[in-house]
């Protein structure tokens, strides 16, 4: 029905509206587009209804910050649509010029787009970091171009100041954070030595880390106060601080907080050698890996995809193509993580597998391979089973090789072989640690060759 109806409730009363809503309803229930149980009281009621419709103000005061205003709008709005921070930052940037929506989706990333739905948030995360070192949503509404805010200077003195002053300014900004934001996805989705692994989004352990990697890198290309340090000793910080992160679940759920800390901590450390990066400090320090077992680790934790990320940097190989599966272009089959001892498999000995129904899940009992390899190889049989058509195909030797990769030793191949499910998740716990010490700086290199099995 025409929308302008309501704008006239007179009208609506009248009796001229009245015989038209009746011829109206006749001709449309007998070319069958309304039913004929509707009737012309019926449609009055509903119209009523909408006019007399009560809605929810709140009347704010001039002197009101803009932050304030948005944090009051978004907890009224919790029962109606959710609104995320970059839909309300879409509304009010849009008086200032700024079509933020259209920006996001003019982004021609697909890659990064695939990451997640707050993917278009963490690119607000990243230039607020950037911008003042923090990240929650009442920082982000800081970034609306001409809005004042307040901060202590050195003295302590509190000072009033614009951080973006124009349209331009903020398309810059957004600019260079879609930028950086590729920069650190590229980190984080690839197996080049300085590299974290997820070969696929759904790998990556927290995408929450996304942001603040690439506010660091947009900080080390930036500043020309930073302190004169080595590139490598740059990377390898970079890396403990990653590995520390994701290890630690700190940026699991709502981790603003973490984020602002740590990256103000690496702008200071950038800045002076006598700081610290107090996560890795702590990590080293408490030997973070003794306070968690992995037996326990499984699908949807950071712990448990940042596992599978380790495999993909040990070259790990699929167990009957003997593909490296970080690389190449597998567009074609699909790559996830498997059981090692099937789910489903019959035969087990009572004894071997006490713990198999409630530990079969865990990243323990899980690796990565190629789709195709679980259906037709694996199927359901037992690894001693799988392990025999291993051996026919490429031989004893080969086999150990490409267990290696999986971050599974000789030993705990000779378990596997035996179909002892106990002791291969304890030996193989063990070897995963070893890496996960390695990587955090936490065990030296020295210590990994004289354990070198499923290295």
């Known amino acids: 029905?025409?929308?302008?109806?309501?704008?006239?409730?007179?009208?609506l009363h009248s009796n001229e509206f009245e015989g038209w809503l009746k011829e109206y309803l006749e001709k449309k229930q007998?070319?069958?587009?309304v039913p004929k149980t509707i009737s012309a009281?019926?449609?009055?009621?509903?119209?009523?209804?909408?006019?007399?419709?009560?809605?929810?103000?709140?009347?704010?005061?001039?002197?009101?910050?803009?932050?304030?205003?948005?944090?009051?709008?978004?907890?009224?709005?919790?029962m109606g649509m959710r609104l995320s921070t970059f839909d309300l930052m879409n509304a009010f940037l849009y008086p200032k010029g700024v079509a933020l929506r259209k920006r996001w989706?003019?982004?021609?990333?697909?890659?990064?787009?695939?990451?997640?739905?707050?993917?278009?948030?963490?690119?607000?995360?990243?230039?607020?970091?950037?911008?003042?070192?923090?990240?929650?949503?009442?920082?982000?509404?800081?970034?609306?171009?001409?809005?004042?805010?307040?901060?202590?200077?050195?003295?302590?003195?509190?000072?009033?100041?614009v951080l973006v002053k124009s349209r331009e300014e903020f398309g810059e900004l957004w600019d260079k954070s879609c930028e950086y934001a590729e920069k650190a996805r590229e980190r984080i989705m690839n197996v080049g030595n300085q590299d974290f692994g997820a070969i696929k989004s759904e790998f990556i352990p927290n995408t929450t880390v996304l942001p603040v990697l690439g506010a660091i890198m947009w900080e080390r290309a930036q500043d020309q106060?930073?302190?004169?340090?080595?590139?490598?000793?740059?990377?390898?910080?970079?890396?403990?601080?990653?590995?520390?992160?994701?290890?630690?679940?700190?940026?699991?759920?709502?981790?603003?907080?973490?984020?602002?800390?740590?990256?103000?901590?690496?702008?200071?450390?950038?800045?002076?050698?006598?700081?610290?990066?107090?996560?890795i400090d702590k990590l080293v320090k408490d030997s973070l890996t003794r306070e968690f077992n992995l037996i326990e680790t499984k699908k949807g934790s950071s712990r448990y995809n940042a596992v599978l990320c380790l495999l993909a940097l040990?070259?790990?190989?699929?167990?009957?193509?003997?593909?490296?599966?970080?690389?190449?272009?597998?567009?074609?089959?699909?790559?996830?993580?498997?059981?090692?001892?099937?789910?489903?498999?019959?035969?087990?000995?009572?004894?071997?597998?006490?713990?198999?129904?409630?530990?079969?899940?865990?990243?323990?009992?899980?690796?990565?391979?190629?789709?195709?390899t679980n259906k037709k190889e694996i199927k359901?049989?037992?690894?001693?089973?799988?392990?025999?058509?291993?051996?026919?195909?490429?031989?004893?030797?080969?086999?150990k090789e490409v267990m290696k990769t999986h971050l599974i030793s000789e030993k705990a191949l000779d378990y596997l072989w035996d179909d002892d499910?106990?002791?291969?998740?304890?030996?193989?716990?063990?070897?995963?640690?070893?890496?996960?010490r390695l990587i955090l700086g936490i065990e030296k290199k020295s210590t990994e060759k004289n354990n070198s099995e499923g290295s």
């Open 1 to 11: 029905m025409p929308l302008s109806f309501l704008s006239d409730r007179r009208y």
């Open 30 to 33: 007998e070319s069958g587009t």
């Open 41 to 78: 009281l019926h449609v009055s009621n509903i119209l009523d209804k909408i006019l007399d419709y009560e809605f929810v103000t709140n009347t704010l005061g001039r002197a009101r910050e803009m932050r304030d205003v948005c944090s009051i709008f978004a907890r009224i709005n919790q």
């Open 105 to 161: 989706e003019a982004l021609d990333n697909h890659q990064l787009k695939n990451i997640g739905s707050s993917m278009n948030e963490h690119l607000l995360r990243l230039m607020s970091l950037h911008k003042q070192g923090y990240c929650s949503s009442k920082y982000i509404y800081n970034l609306i171009p001409g809005e004042k805010t307040k901060k202590k200077d050195e003295s302590g003195k509190i000072i009033e100041e």
């Open 225 to 279: 106060s930073i302190r004169n340090i080595a590139e490598s000793d740059f990377e390898n910080t970079l890396v403990k601080w990653y590995w520390s992160a994701v290890f630690s679940e700190d940026y699991s759920g709502s981790s603003d907080t973490m984020m602002a800390m740590d990256f103000r901590d690496w702008k200071a450390w950038l800045m002076s050698e006598e700081t610290k990066i107090r996560r």
């Open 314 to 372: 040990n070259n790990v190989k699929d167990f009957f193509t003997g593909r490296v599966l970080g690389t190449g272009d597998f567009s074609a089959e699909s790559i996830h993580d498997h059981h090692i001892f099937p789910s489903r498999a019959k035969g087990f000995s009572p004894e071997k597998t006490k713990n198999f129904e409630k530990y079969k899940d865990s990243i323990l009992n899980r690796t990565l391979l190629l789709d195709t």
């Open 380 to 399: 359901n049989r037992r690894p001693s089973q799988y392990l025999a058509k291993m051996k026919e195909k490429i031989g004893s030797k080969k086999i």
């Open 421 to 436: 499910f106990n002791n291969f998740i304890k030996e193989r716990e063990g070897t995963i640690l070893k890496r996960i």
